[in-house]
């Protein structure tokens, strides 16, 4: 099963930017569509945007549309989050997560999609 590690967040003030990074293990990822998602304290996991196997489809939350955008390089191994225009209401750990199908607890289901495989997260703290 392929493994997730996320990098890439920390302290930036509102309107700034952030590129946040997932790493995956193994040689079947481009078998697995991507998804980036967040969690604030006290607060329910969403759903943020997703990247199809290819790259040739994406998907954002409506929160974030406009100012986010998702990429992957498969030669890599990797999915990019680009953050824009951060807000402090984008204040949250960052997680990226596989379609890897499985369903169990942790699962996210989003459209067709059941994530799971979840990396460890990555901060990001907006300041206003």
């Known amino acids: 099963q392929v493994q997730l590690v996320e990098s890439g967040g920390g302290l930036v003030q509102a309107g700034g930017s952030l590129r946040l990074s997932c790493a995956a293990s193994g040689r079947t990822f481009n078998m697995y569509a991507i998804g980036w998602f967040r969690q604030a304290p006290g607060k329910d996991r969403e759903f943020v945007a997703a990247i199809s196997r290819s790259g040739g489809r994406t998907y954002y939350a409506d929160s974030v549309k406009a100012r986010f955008a998702i990429s992957r390089d498969n030669a890599r191994n990797t999915v990019y989050l680009q953050m824009n225009s951060l807000k402090p209401e984008d204040t949250a750990r960052y997680y990226c997560?596989?379609?890897?199908?499985?369903?169990?607890?942790?699962?996210?289901?989003?459209?067709?999609?059941?994530?799971?495989?979840w990396g460890q997260g990555t901060q990001v703290t907006v300041s206003s």
């Open positions: 997560a596989a379609d890897v199908g499985k369903k169990d607890a942790t699962t996210y289901y989003y459209g067709a999609f059941s994530f799971g495989s």
